[in-house]
Protein backbone atom coordinates (compact mmCIF):
# COMPACT_ATOMS: atom_id res chain seq x y z
CA UNK A 1 0.00 0.00 0.00
CA UNK A 2 2.62 2.32 1.09
CA UNK A 3 4.75 1.38 -2.29
CA UNK A 4 1.67 2.70 -4.11
CA UNK A 5 1.39 5.84 -1.71
CA UNK A 6 5.01 6.17 -2.65
CA UNK A 7 4.91 5.61 -6.08
CA UNK A 8 1.75 7.79 -6.50
CA UNK A 9 3.49 10.61 -4.93
CA UNK A 10 6.83 10.43 -7.32
CA UNK A 11 4.57 10.33 -10.48
CA UNK A 12 2.77 13.72 -9.15
CA UNK A 13 6.49 15.13 -8.09
CA UNK A 14 7.72 14.18 -11.36
CA UNK A 15 4.51 16.19 -13.35
CA UNK A 16 4.72 19.22 -10.94
CA UNK A 17 8.09 19.30 -12.27
CA UNK A 18 7.00 19.13 -15.82
CA UNK A 19 4.82 21.50 -15.07
CA UNK A 20 7.18 23.93 -13.51
CA UNK A 21 9.37 23.48 -16.99
CA UNK A 22 6.56 23.73 -19.21
CA UNK A 23 5.95 27.10 -17.54
CA UNK A 24 9.09 28.27 -17.51
CA UNK A 25 9.31 27.59 -21.30
CA UNK A 26 6.47 29.40 -21.84
CA UNK A 27 7.70 32.95 -20.06
CA UNK A 28 10.68 32.33 -22.79
CA UNK A 29 8.43 32.39 -25.69
CA UNK A 30 6.36 35.02 -24.01
CA UNK A 31 9.44 37.03 -24.21
CA UNK A 32 10.50 36.30 -27.86
CA UNK A 33 6.83 37.27 -28.42
CA UNK A 34 7.28 40.14 -27.00
CA UNK A 35 10.29 41.09 -28.96
CA UNK A 36 8.42 39.84 -31.89
CA UNK A 37 11.13 37.05 -32.78
CA UNK A 38 7.52 35.37 -33.43
CA UNK A 39 9.70 31.83 -34.83
CA UNK A 40 11.23 31.25 -31.47
CA UNK A 41 8.39 31.95 -29.73
CA UNK A 42 6.24 28.71 -31.74
CA UNK A 43 9.38 26.70 -30.98
CA UNK A 44 9.70 27.13 -27.33
CA UNK A 45 5.81 27.33 -26.46
CA UNK A 46 5.81 23.72 -28.87
CA UNK A 47 8.13 22.76 -26.33
CA UNK A 48 6.36 23.76 -23.62
CA UNK A 49 3.19 21.69 -24.98
CA UNK A 50 5.52 18.82 -25.25
CA UNK A 51 5.69 18.67 -21.37
CA UNK A 52 2.15 19.94 -20.35
CA UNK A 53 0.02 19.13 -23.86
CA UNK A 54 -3.30 19.85 -21.79
CA UNK A 55 -2.70 23.54 -21.51
CA UNK A 56 -4.89 25.35 -22.99
CA UNK A 57 -2.91 29.19 -22.58
CA UNK A 58 0.01 27.34 -24.53
CA UNK A 59 -2.27 26.27 -26.90
CA UNK A 60 -3.70 30.35 -27.46
CA UNK A 61 -0.07 31.64 -26.90
CA UNK A 62 1.01 29.63 -29.75
CA UNK A 63 -2.07 30.31 -32.20
CA UNK A 64 -1.35 34.06 -31.66
CA UNK A 65 2.38 33.40 -32.52
CA UNK A 66 0.83 31.80 -35.62
CA UNK A 67 -1.46 34.27 -36.84
CA UNK A 68 1.31 37.06 -36.29
CA UNK A 69 3.59 34.71 -38.91
CA UNK A 70 0.29 34.47 -41.33
CA UNK A 71 0.17 30.46 -40.96
CA UNK A 72 -3.67 30.80 -39.93
CA UNK A 73 -4.08 26.82 -40.68
CA UNK A 74 -2.13 26.45 -37.55
CA UNK A 75 -3.22 29.09 -35.43
CA UNK A 76 -7.11 27.94 -36.27
CA UNK A 77 -6.03 24.40 -35.71
CA UNK A 78 -4.31 25.50 -32.15
CA UNK A 79 -7.53 27.99 -30.69
CA UNK A 80 -9.79 25.17 -31.64
CA UNK A 81 -7.35 22.66 -29.30
CA UNK A 82 -7.12 25.08 -26.70
CA UNK A 83 -11.63 25.41 -26.60
CA UNK A 84 -11.74 21.80 -26.35
CA UNK A 85 -9.02 21.68 -23.37
CA UNK A 86 -11.59 24.41 -21.91
CA UNK A 87 -14.33 25.23 -23.28
CA UNK A 88 -15.02 28.16 -20.79
CA UNK A 89 -11.59 30.04 -21.87
CA UNK A 90 -12.55 33.13 -23.61
CA UNK A 91 -9.46 34.05 -25.59
CA UNK A 92 -9.79 30.97 -27.26
CA UNK A 93 -12.80 31.73 -28.83
CA UNK A 94 -10.99 35.69 -29.66
CA UNK A 95 -7.78 33.38 -31.01
CA UNK A 96 -10.31 31.06 -33.27
CA UNK A 97 -12.17 33.91 -34.26
CA UNK A 98 -9.75 36.18 -35.75
CA UNK A 99 -8.17 32.64 -37.59
CA UNK A 100 -11.64 32.58 -39.05
CA UNK A 101 -11.58 36.30 -40.25
CA UNK A 102 -7.91 35.89 -41.71
CA UNK A 103 -9.25 33.70 -43.84
CA UNK A 104 -12.20 34.89 -44.29
CA UNK A 105 -14.87 32.48 -43.21
CA UNK A 106 -16.44 35.36 -41.29
CA UNK A 107 -20.05 33.02 -40.43
CA UNK A 108 -17.30 30.82 -38.27
CA UNK A 109 -16.54 34.07 -36.73
CA UNK A 110 -19.25 35.39 -36.08
CA UNK A 111 -20.47 32.27 -34.22
CA UNK A 112 -17.64 32.61 -31.76
CA UNK A 113 -18.06 36.52 -31.15
CA UNK A 114 -21.36 36.16 -30.44
CA UNK A 115 -20.45 33.24 -27.70
CA UNK A 116 -17.95 36.05 -25.74
CA UNK A 117 -20.28 39.07 -25.86
CA UNK A 118 -23.05 36.19 -24.30
CA UNK A 119 -20.63 35.43 -22.01
CA UNK A 120 -19.55 39.22 -21.42
CA UNK A 121 -22.28 41.26 -22.06
CA UNK A 122 -20.70 44.47 -20.61
CA UNK A 123 -17.26 44.36 -22.52
CA UNK A 124 -17.34 46.62 -24.84
CA UNK A 125 -14.03 45.19 -27.76
CA UNK A 126 -16.32 42.26 -27.63
CA UNK A 127 -19.43 43.90 -28.48
CA UNK A 128 -17.54 45.78 -31.31
CA UNK A 129 -15.94 42.95 -32.84
CA UNK A 130 -18.70 40.99 -33.16
CA UNK A 131 -20.92 44.51 -34.58
CA UNK A 132 -17.93 44.97 -37.08
CA UNK A 133 -18.17 41.06 -38.12
CA UNK A 134 -21.81 40.96 -38.61
CA UNK A 135 -21.99 43.93 -40.44
CA UNK A 136 -19.34 42.24 -42.59
CA UNK A 137 -21.22 39.09 -43.03
CA UNK A 138 -24.60 41.04 -43.91
CA UNK A 139 -22.23 42.85 -46.43
CA UNK A 140 -21.25 39.37 -48.42
CA UNK A 141 -24.82 37.93 -48.15
CA UNK A 142 -26.08 41.29 -49.99
CA UNK A 143 -22.79 41.35 -52.12
CA UNK A 144 -23.93 37.35 -53.22
CA UNK A 145 -27.36 38.72 -53.89
CA UNK A 146 -25.99 41.15 -56.79
CA UNK A 147 -24.04 38.78 -58.15
CA UNK A 148 -26.30 36.19 -58.60
CA UNK A 149 -28.02 39.06 -61.18
CA UNK A 150 -26.81 37.64 -64.12
CA UNK A 151 -26.00 41.40 -65.54
CA UNK A 152 -23.22 42.61 -63.58
CA UNK A 153 -22.08 45.76 -64.76
CA UNK A 154 -18.47 46.76 -65.20
CA UNK A 155 -17.94 49.75 -62.64
CA UNK A 156 -16.60 51.71 -65.83
CA UNK A 157 -20.17 51.70 -67.56
CA UNK A 158 -21.63 54.18 -64.44
CA UNK A 159 -18.29 56.81 -64.95
CA UNK A 160 -18.43 59.79 -67.17
CA UNK A 161 -14.22 60.00 -67.04
CA UNK A 162 -14.24 62.53 -69.76
CA UNK A 163 -16.76 64.99 -68.21
CA UNK A 164 -14.59 64.63 -64.97
CA UNK A 165 -12.76 68.06 -64.02
CA UNK A 166 -9.12 68.49 -63.03
CA UNK A 167 -9.43 71.32 -60.61
CA UNK A 168 -7.52 74.38 -61.44
CA UNK A 169 -5.75 74.23 -58.35
CA UNK A 170 -4.20 70.46 -58.99
CA UNK A 171 -0.45 71.15 -59.46
CA UNK A 172 0.19 67.43 -60.06
CA UNK A 173 1.08 64.83 -62.75
CA UNK A 174 -2.18 64.29 -65.84
CA UNK A 175 -1.71 61.73 -68.91
CA UNK A 176 -0.47 63.39 -71.97
CA UNK A 177 -3.33 63.46 -74.47
CA UNK A 178 -4.80 60.51 -72.34
CA UNK A 179 -1.58 58.47 -72.51
CA UNK A 180 1.02 57.48 -69.84
CA UNK A 181 4.64 58.87 -70.79
CA UNK A 182 7.91 58.38 -69.27
CA UNK A 183 7.62 61.93 -67.79
CA UNK A 184 4.30 61.41 -66.54
CA UNK A 185 5.77 58.42 -64.93
CA UNK A 186 8.49 60.42 -63.18
CA UNK A 187 6.63 62.77 -62.02
CA UNK A 188 3.75 60.72 -60.79
CA UNK A 189 6.94 58.84 -58.37
CA UNK A 190 8.01 62.23 -57.41
CA UNK A 191 4.61 63.32 -56.63
CA UNK A 192 3.52 59.90 -54.43
CA UNK A 193 6.70 60.20 -52.75
CA UNK A 194 6.02 63.14 -51.25
CA UNK A 195 2.56 61.99 -50.48
CA UNK A 196 0.58 63.89 -52.24
CA UNK A 197 -2.54 62.37 -54.36
CA UNK A 198 -2.75 61.54 -58.15
CA UNK A 199 -6.13 63.36 -59.50
CA UNK A 200 -8.95 60.66 -59.69
CA UNK A 201 -9.82 61.59 -63.19
CA UNK A 202 -6.08 60.33 -64.17
CA UNK A 203 -6.74 57.51 -61.30
CA UNK A 204 -9.56 55.91 -63.35
CA UNK A 205 -8.53 56.41 -66.70
CA UNK A 206 -5.20 54.36 -65.86
CA UNK A 207 -7.53 51.65 -63.89
CA UNK A 208 -9.82 51.59 -67.41
CA UNK A 209 -6.66 51.82 -69.63
CA UNK A 210 -5.09 48.70 -67.71
CA UNK A 211 -8.04 46.56 -67.39
CA UNK A 212 -8.46 46.40 -71.03
CA UNK A 213 -4.60 45.64 -71.71
CA UNK A 214 -4.40 42.89 -68.84
CA UNK A 215 -7.70 41.24 -70.44
CA UNK A 216 -5.91 40.61 -73.60
CA UNK A 217 -3.35 38.18 -72.15
CA UNK A 218 -3.74 34.89 -71.69
CA UNK A 219 -3.59 33.21 -68.04
CA UNK A 220 -0.16 32.13 -68.99
CA UNK A 221 1.91 34.47 -70.08
CA UNK A 222 4.98 33.29 -72.13
CA UNK A 223 8.05 35.44 -72.96
CA UNK A 224 11.66 34.87 -74.47
CA UNK A 225 14.30 36.31 -73.78
CA UNK A 226 17.25 35.97 -76.28
CA UNK A 227 20.89 35.01 -75.04
CA UNK A 228 22.17 38.59 -74.29
CA UNK A 229 18.62 39.97 -73.01
CA UNK A 230 17.57 39.94 -68.47
CA UNK A 231 14.64 40.51 -66.47
CA UNK A 232 14.47 41.37 -63.04
CA UNK A 233 11.75 39.56 -61.00
CA UNK A 234 10.45 41.12 -57.85
CA UNK A 235 8.85 39.46 -55.37
CA UNK A 236 6.14 40.84 -53.03
CA UNK A 237 6.01 44.32 -52.24
CA UNK A 238 2.80 44.84 -49.90
CA UNK A 239 2.22 48.54 -49.99
CA UNK A 240 6.01 49.13 -49.30
CA UNK A 241 6.27 52.07 -51.61
CA UNK A 242 9.71 53.45 -50.64
CA UNK A 243 11.08 50.04 -50.92
CA UNK A 244 9.96 50.08 -54.26
CA UNK A 245 11.27 53.28 -55.14
CA UNK A 246 14.56 52.08 -53.82
CA UNK A 247 14.62 48.68 -56.03
CA UNK A 248 13.96 51.32 -59.05
CA UNK A 249 17.22 53.12 -57.23
CA UNK A 250 19.41 50.13 -57.15
CA UNK A 251 18.19 48.64 -60.15
CA UNK A 252 17.43 51.55 -62.52
CA UNK A 253 13.66 52.19 -63.90
CA UNK A 254 11.61 49.70 -66.24
CA UNK A 255 12.06 50.00 -69.72
CA UNK A 256 12.32 47.93 -72.77
CA UNK A 257 15.96 47.43 -72.30
CA UNK A 258 15.27 46.49 -68.43
CA UNK A 259 12.39 44.46 -68.14
CA UNK A 260 10.81 43.53 -64.94
CA UNK A 261 8.28 40.80 -63.66
CA UNK A 262 6.28 41.80 -59.92
CA UNK A 263 5.44 38.43 -58.43
CA UNK A 264 1.70 39.71 -56.77
CA UNK A 265 1.08 41.05 -53.51
CA UNK A 266 1.70 44.51 -54.22
CA UNK A 267 -0.84 45.78 -52.03
CA UNK A 268 -2.11 45.16 -48.07
CA UNK A 269 -0.24 45.43 -45.34
CA UNK A 270 1.82 48.16 -46.17
CA UNK A 271 -0.12 51.73 -46.33
CA UNK A 272 1.34 53.06 -49.55
CA UNK A 273 -0.77 50.56 -51.64
CA UNK A 274 -2.61 52.95 -53.69
CA UNK A 275 1.16 54.94 -54.57
CA UNK A 276 2.48 51.16 -55.21
CA UNK A 277 -0.09 49.59 -57.55
CA UNK A 278 -0.97 53.19 -59.71
CA UNK A 279 2.70 52.93 -59.87
CA UNK A 280 3.61 49.25 -61.34
CA UNK A 281 0.22 49.71 -63.60
CA UNK A 282 1.27 52.98 -65.34
CA UNK A 283 4.84 51.00 -66.07
CA UNK A 284 2.62 48.14 -67.84
CA UNK A 285 0.89 50.97 -69.89
CA UNK A 286 4.17 52.05 -70.39
CA UNK A 287 5.72 49.11 -71.81
CA UNK A 288 3.00 46.65 -72.03
CA UNK A 289 5.87 44.04 -73.70
CA UNK A 290 8.35 44.59 -71.33
CA UNK A 291 6.88 45.09 -67.68
CA UNK A 292 4.92 42.00 -66.11
CA UNK A 293 2.61 41.43 -63.38
CA UNK A 294 0.84 38.51 -61.75
CA UNK A 295 -1.83 38.07 -59.15
CA UNK A 296 -1.04 37.43 -55.73
CA UNK A 297 -3.74 36.06 -53.25
CA UNK A 298 -3.52 39.31 -51.77
CA UNK A 299 -5.52 41.13 -55.43
CA UNK A 300 -8.75 39.65 -54.03
CA UNK A 301 -11.52 40.50 -52.19
CA UNK A 302 -11.49 38.43 -49.21
CA UNK A 303 -8.40 39.89 -48.46
CA UNK A 304 -8.44 43.62 -49.49
CA UNK A 305 -11.38 43.64 -46.93
CA UNK A 306 -9.24 42.81 -43.93
CA UNK A 307 -5.31 44.02 -44.65
CA UNK A 308 -6.20 47.66 -45.37
CA UNK A 309 -6.19 47.48 -49.93
CA UNK A 310 -10.11 48.36 -49.47
CA UNK A 311 -9.93 50.99 -46.08
CA UNK A 312 -6.77 53.01 -48.37
CA UNK A 313 -9.12 53.47 -51.34
CA UNK A 314 -11.68 54.54 -49.82
CA UNK A 315 -9.69 56.69 -47.55
CA UNK A 316 -7.69 58.44 -50.32
CA UNK A 317 -10.60 57.70 -53.43
CA UNK A 318 -13.83 56.52 -53.14
CA UNK A 319 -15.57 52.45 -52.53
CA UNK A 320 -16.28 52.95 -56.28
CA UNK A 321 -12.63 53.34 -57.00
CA UNK A 322 -11.93 50.33 -55.22
CA UNK A 323 -14.70 48.03 -57.34
CA UNK A 324 -12.67 48.94 -60.50
CA UNK A 325 -9.34 47.53 -58.52
CA UNK A 326 -11.39 44.41 -57.80
CA UNK A 327 -12.52 44.33 -61.57
CA UNK A 328 -8.99 45.00 -62.48
CA UNK A 329 -7.22 42.43 -60.42
CA UNK A 330 -9.38 39.54 -61.89
CA UNK A 331 -7.43 39.93 -65.38
CA UNK A 332 -3.96 39.64 -63.37
CA UNK A 333 -2.34 37.13 -65.50
CA UNK A 334 -1.82 33.35 -62.65
CA UNK A 335 1.78 32.43 -64.24
CA UNK A 336 4.40 33.41 -66.16
CA UNK A 337 6.65 30.81 -68.22
CA UNK A 338 10.14 32.40 -69.53
CA UNK A 339 11.45 30.72 -72.31
CA UNK A 340 9.86 27.60 -71.60
CA UNK A 341 12.18 26.78 -69.11
CA UNK A 342 11.22 28.14 -65.99
CA UNK A 343 7.83 29.10 -64.51
CA UNK A 344 7.12 31.96 -62.41
CA UNK A 345 3.90 32.40 -59.84
CA UNK A 346 3.17 34.15 -56.78
CA UNK A 347 2.12 30.83 -54.67
CA UNK A 348 3.22 27.61 -55.69
CA UNK A 349 2.58 23.94 -57.32
CA UNK A 350 -0.63 22.11 -57.04
CA UNK A 351 -3.15 19.80 -54.93
CA UNK A 352 -2.79 16.90 -57.17
CA UNK A 353 -0.66 15.40 -59.74
CA UNK A 354 -0.96 15.82 -63.58
CA UNK A 355 -1.00 19.65 -64.01
CA UNK A 356 0.31 21.06 -66.98
CA UNK A 357 0.94 24.24 -68.74
CA UNK A 358 -2.36 23.84 -70.83
CA UNK A 359 -4.38 23.73 -68.20
CA UNK A 360 -2.96 26.47 -66.74
CA UNK A 361 -3.77 28.25 -69.65
CA UNK A 362 -7.49 27.06 -69.66
CA UNK A 363 -7.94 28.83 -66.77
CA UNK A 364 -10.86 30.98 -66.57
CA UNK A 365 -8.91 33.62 -64.18
CA UNK A 366 -11.92 36.36 -64.37
CA UNK A 367 -13.15 36.05 -60.71
CA UNK A 368 -12.46 35.86 -57.50
CA UNK A 369 -9.93 32.52 -56.59
CA UNK A 370 -12.47 29.40 -55.53
CA UNK A 371 -11.64 27.69 -52.40
CA UNK A 372 -9.41 25.09 -53.95
CA UNK A 373 -8.06 23.62 -57.25
CA UNK A 374 -5.22 24.90 -59.83
CA UNK A 375 -6.06 28.57 -59.47
CA UNK A 376 -6.15 28.56 -55.45
CA UNK A 377 -3.08 27.11 -55.59
CA UNK A 378 -1.06 28.98 -57.85
CA UNK A 379 -2.16 31.73 -55.61
CA UNK A 380 -1.50 29.94 -52.30
CA UNK A 381 0.49 27.08 -52.29
CA UNK A 382 4.01 26.16 -49.98
CA UNK A 383 6.96 24.83 -50.97
CA UNK A 384 8.12 21.91 -47.34
CA UNK A 385 11.29 20.35 -47.43
CA UNK A 386 9.68 16.84 -46.81
CA UNK A 387 8.62 14.94 -49.66
CA UNK A 388 4.56 14.30 -50.74
CA UNK A 389 2.17 16.71 -49.72
CA UNK A 390 0.78 18.15 -46.23
CA UNK A 391 -2.12 20.50 -45.10
CA UNK A 392 -1.38 23.87 -45.97
CA UNK A 393 -0.19 25.94 -42.50
CA UNK A 394 -2.22 28.82 -44.02
CA UNK A 395 -5.63 26.93 -43.91
CA UNK A 396 -6.01 27.37 -47.51
CA UNK A 397 -4.41 24.99 -50.50
CA UNK A 398 -1.30 22.80 -49.69
CA UNK A 399 2.56 22.15 -49.03
CA UNK A 400 4.46 20.35 -51.36
CA UNK A 401 7.66 18.55 -51.06
CA UNK A 402 10.62 18.08 -53.58
CA UNK A 403 9.39 14.99 -55.10
CA UNK A 404 5.97 17.39 -56.21
CA UNK A 405 8.50 19.90 -57.78
CA UNK A 406 10.45 17.31 -59.55
CA UNK A 407 7.70 14.90 -61.01
CA UNK A 408 5.87 18.68 -62.13
CA UNK A 409 9.25 20.05 -64.01
CA UNK A 410 9.71 17.09 -65.84
CA UNK A 411 6.29 16.61 -67.36
CA UNK A 412 6.38 20.30 -68.33
CA UNK A 413 10.24 20.09 -69.52
CA UNK A 414 10.86 22.55 -67.32
CA UNK A 415 13.96 23.18 -65.30
CA UNK A 416 12.85 25.53 -61.67
CA UNK A 417 9.76 27.79 -60.68
CA UNK A 418 10.03 30.77 -59.06
CA UNK A 419 7.52 31.91 -56.49
CA UNK A 420 7.04 34.57 -53.75
CA UNK A 421 4.14 34.45 -51.22
CA UNK A 422 6.48 33.61 -47.69
CA UNK A 423 8.49 36.41 -45.94
CA UNK A 424 12.31 35.31 -46.30
CA UNK A 425 15.12 36.52 -43.58
CA UNK A 426 17.50 36.88 -46.38
CA UNK A 427 15.06 37.99 -49.34
CA UNK A 428 14.97 34.88 -51.00
CA UNK A 429 15.42 30.93 -50.36
CA UNK A 430 16.52 27.89 -52.72
CA UNK A 431 15.33 24.89 -52.13
CA UNK A 432 14.15 21.83 -53.61
CA UNK A 433 17.66 21.32 -54.46
CA UNK A 434 17.71 24.49 -56.89
CA UNK A 435 14.29 23.68 -58.14
CA UNK A 436 12.16 25.95 -56.14
CA UNK A 437 13.08 29.32 -55.65
CA UNK A 438 11.36 32.38 -53.09
CA UNK A 439 12.23 35.70 -53.80
CA UNK A 440 10.37 38.66 -51.22
CA UNK A 441 10.65 42.15 -51.69
CA UNK A 442 9.40 43.77 -49.41
CA UNK A 443 11.98 44.21 -46.53
CA UNK A 444 11.24 44.85 -42.88
CA UNK A 445 8.05 43.27 -43.85
CA UNK A 446 5.37 45.28 -41.80
CA UNK A 447 7.88 47.36 -40.37
CA UNK A 448 8.71 44.82 -37.47
CA UNK A 449 9.86 41.38 -39.55
CA UNK A 450 13.88 42.49 -39.68
CA UNK A 451 14.38 40.62 -43.05
CA UNK A 452 15.98 41.80 -46.31
CA UNK A 453 14.55 42.15 -49.87
CA UNK A 454 16.10 40.39 -52.93
CA UNK A 455 14.96 40.66 -56.73
CA UNK A 456 16.61 38.23 -58.97
CA UNK A 457 18.10 38.45 -62.02
CA UNK A 458 17.70 36.02 -65.13
CA UNK A 459 19.82 35.87 -68.18
CA UNK A 460 18.71 34.62 -71.66
CA UNK A 461 21.48 32.68 -72.40
CA UNK A 462 21.84 30.25 -69.52
CA UNK A 463 18.51 31.51 -67.41
CA UNK A 464 20.74 31.03 -63.67
CA UNK A 465 19.27 33.01 -61.01
CA UNK A 466 21.35 35.84 -59.92
CA UNK A 467 20.42 37.17 -56.08
CA UNK A 468 20.31 40.95 -55.26
CA UNK A 469 19.69 41.34 -52.02
CA UNK A 470 18.53 44.73 -50.29
CA UNK A 471 17.46 46.36 -47.04
CA UNK A 472 14.46 48.62 -45.89
CA UNK A 473 14.50 52.32 -46.52
CA UNK A 474 12.93 55.04 -43.90
CA UNK A 475 9.45 55.76 -45.01
CA UNK A 476 7.06 58.46 -43.82
CA UNK A 477 5.10 57.72 -40.78
CA UNK A 478 2.27 55.79 -41.58
CA UNK A 479 2.13 52.81 -39.66
CA UNK A 480 1.22 49.28 -41.12
CA UNK A 481 -2.19 48.18 -41.47
CA UNK A 482 -3.25 51.89 -40.38
CA UNK A 483 -6.08 51.27 -43.24
CA UNK A 484 -6.96 47.46 -42.35
CA UNK A 485 -9.93 45.96 -40.98
CA UNK A 486 -10.12 46.65 -37.31
CA UNK A 487 -10.66 43.21 -36.41
CA UNK A 488 -7.31 42.66 -37.99
CA UNK A 489 -5.53 45.42 -35.77
CA UNK A 490 -2.48 44.17 -34.17
CA UNK A 491 -4.00 44.70 -31.00
CA UNK A 492 -5.60 41.59 -30.83
CA UNK A 493 -6.56 40.47 -27.45
Not at 76 to 99: Q, V
Amino acid sequence: MRNRATEHGSVKMAEEERNASAEKLKEKANNYFKDKDYENAIKYYTEALELNPSNAIYYSNRSLAYLRTECYGYALGDATRALELDKNYIKGYYRRATSNMALGKFKAALKDYETVVRVRPNDKDAKMKYQECNKIVKQKAFERAIASDELKRSVVDSLDIENMTIEDDYAGPKLEDGKVTLKFMKDLMAWFKDQKKLHRKCAYQMLVQVKEVLSKLPSLVEISLKETEEITICGDTHGQYYDLLNIFELNGLPSITNPYLFNGDFVDRGSFSVEVILTLFGFKLLYPEHFHLLRGNHETDNMNQMYGFEGEVKAKYTAQMFQLFSEVFQWLPLAQCINSKVLVMHGGLFSEDGVTLEDIRKIDRNRQPPDSGPMCDLLWSDPQPQDGRSVSKRGVSCQFGPDVTERFLEQNKLQYIVRSHEVKAEGYEVTHSGKCITVFSAPNYCDQMGNKGAYIHLRGSDLKPEFHQFTAVPHPDVKPMAYANSLMQLGMM
